[in-house]
Nanobody
Framework: QVQLVESGGGSVQAGGSLRLSCAASGRTLRTYATGWFRQAPGKERECVAVISWIGTNTYYADSGKGRFTISRDNAKNTVYLQMNSLKPEDTAVYYC???????????????????WGQGTQVTVSS
């Protein structure tokens, strides 16, 4: 079992930056693909970024390419999402998730993930 806790969300103006953190406890994240997802009101949960368990492979949704960076610090058992040049359409609850199956290097489907955090709200105002 692994427990995930997100932090770093908040309210910013368009063009601002936030860094989200996903801290794991219970087990090391080193052997899990870890992803960031977001869900806006009335919309489906969508994949934002994923980092492979080995840390050398990443995926970014088109919406975040060039603006978001996912990284992991195995010593701190934490995965980060650096978000720059934020837009109002980035407003959502952001969730961290971990996939223990190793079936894919960078899984992008929520159903592939077996551990989820509680989420952190990101609000971007224009």
């Amino acid at each position: 079992q692994v427990q995930l806790v997100e932090s770093g969300g908040g309210s910013v103006q368009a063009g601002g930056s936030l860094r989200l953190s996903c801290a794991a406890s219970g087990r090391t994240l080193r052997t899990y693909a870890t992803g960031w997802f977001r869900q806006a009101p009335g919309k489906e949960r969508e994949c934002v970024a994923v980092i492979s368990w080995i840390g050398t492979n990443t995926y970014y949704a088109d919406s975040g390419k060039g603006r978001f960076t996912i990284s992991r610090d195995n010593a701190k058992n934490t995965v980060y999402l650096q978000m720059n040049s934020l837009k109002p359409e980035d407003t959502a609850v952001y969730y961290c998730a971990a996939d223990s199956s190793l079936a894919m290097l960078v899984p992008t489907t929520p159903a592939m993930y077996d551990y989820w955090g509680q989420g952190t709200q990101v609000t971007v105002s224009s």
